[in-house]
């Protein structure tokens, strides 16, 4: 793919490091928890990282199109804790 559209990403479990290798599209990468928090977050990550980690406490990790604001009001990131209650 070249991108993703607005309001598609990947939940990713268990999960607390990435790479983006062979990718062809920035991402932004949100680690969380699994109470579904937000633990880290990386903008913008360019194709071709070798790594990407999400720190200790890191669970999970939701990626999707940089800049895509979608997963970013209360709504989403309640229906986030949701999805990481039922893993």
Same mark, same amino acid.
């Given at each position: 793919?070249?991108? &993703?559209? %607005? !309001?598609? !990403? =990947?939940?990713?479990?268990?999960?607390?490091?990435?790479?983006? &290798?062979? =990718?062809?599209?920035?991402? %932004?990468?949100?680690?969380?928890? @699994?109470? $579904?928090?937000?633990?880290?977050?990386?903008?913008?990550?360019?194709? !071709? @990282? +070798? +790594?990407? +980690? $999400? !720190?200790? @406490?890191?669970?999970?990790? #939701?990626?999707?199109?940089?800049? %895509? #604001?979608?997963?970013?009001?209360?709504?989403?990131?309640?229906?986030?804790? @949701?999805?990481?209650?039922?893993?």
């Amino acid at each position: 793919r070249a991108t &993703l559209p %607005d !309001g598609v !990403g =990947m939940l990713i479990t268990p999960c607390n490091a990435i790479h983006t &290798l062979f =990718m062809q599209f920035a991402i %932004d990468v949100r680690f969380v928890n @699994k109470a $579904g928090e937000v633990v880290r977050t990386y903008r913008n990550v360019p194709p !071709g @990282k +070798w +790594w990407i +980690w $999400g !720190g200790c @406490k890191a669970y999970a990790v #939701l990626e999707t199109r940089a800049s %895509d #604001l979608t997963f970013e009001t209360p709504e989403a990131l309640e229906q986030l804790k @949701k999805e990481c209650s039922h893993v």
